[in-house]
């Protein structure tokens, strides 16, 4: 079954780019394109796609909101597209919260083809786009934007119900550790490595990596500018 697709971006030139790239691929499929955010959320609960692409800065309701209103369906709607956002640089002031809504991750506008590629297959499958180089510049961008202490109440209760292997996973991934890195670190398989992610994210009602670092900076499990792992 292809993967579907819709483009939400003001330039009308980014859409037809990426909607010729995905569309050569035989597993992918763009349903529908718009060229803000307002129109983003209307052709997804008319389209139901896989995976929207929603560029973060756009007029009429910007990338945030727009993610916001489809992570978040009123009484009704069900649907919840996997989101993955389109940035033009590393770290966009909307990126953390973004993630904290909860986008899968994001991609830079010029990013090779290639990786625009993985990452709608990746996301669609599931999993979070969030390479460790970009986890530690989300590091710094919490610590400018956080004060000490926020978010900690609910995410600490929560971090309670985690053994002391999957809270040093936890802490690892927070670092920006891969699992294949994750593994070396404490000599166990990946696919240890893997399950422990899973348990993580189950027990502490995450949707997926990038939520789980995030949930650990708001427990208080890592603090910003403490040392790397």
Request: net charge negative; charged share 25%.
């Amino acid at each position: 079954m292809s993967i579907r697709v819709i483009i939400v971006d003001d330039q009308a030139m980014v859409r037809a780019g990426f909607a010729a790239l995905l569309s050569a691929q035989s597993d992918i499929d763009v349903v529908g394109e718009a060229p803000d955010g307002l129109r983003g959320v209307e052709a997804s609960r008319s389209l139901c796609p896989d995976v929207v692409l929603m560029d973060v800065r756009m007029p009429e309701m910007d990338g945030l909101a727009a993610t916001r209103e489809l992570l978040s369906p009123s009484a009704g709607e069900s649907h919840r597209p996997k989101v993955l956002m389109l940035t033009t640089f590393d770290v966009d002031d909307y990126v953390y919260e973004a993630l904290r809504v909860g986008a899968s991750g994001f991609l830079l506008k010029d990013a090779p083809p290639a990786d625009l590629i993985s990452a709608v297959r990746v996301v669609a499958a599931g999993d979070a786009l969030l390479a460790p180089s970009v986890t530690r510049r989300l590091i710094a961008d919490f610590a400018r934007q956080r004060p000490s202490g926020a978010f900690r109440s609910g995410p600490a209760l929560r971090l309670r119900g985690l053994t002391p292997r999957e809270t040093e996973v936890l802490e690892l991934v927070a670092r920006g550790l891969s699992n294949q890195e994750i593994a070396g670190r404490l000599v166990v398989a990946e696919q240890t490595v893997k399950t422990h992610v899973s348990r993580i994210l189950a027990k502490a009602d995450l949707r997926d990596r990038a939520q789980a670092v995030i949930f650990a900076y708001e427990s208080g499990l890592v603090t910003p500018g403490s040392a790397e792992a």
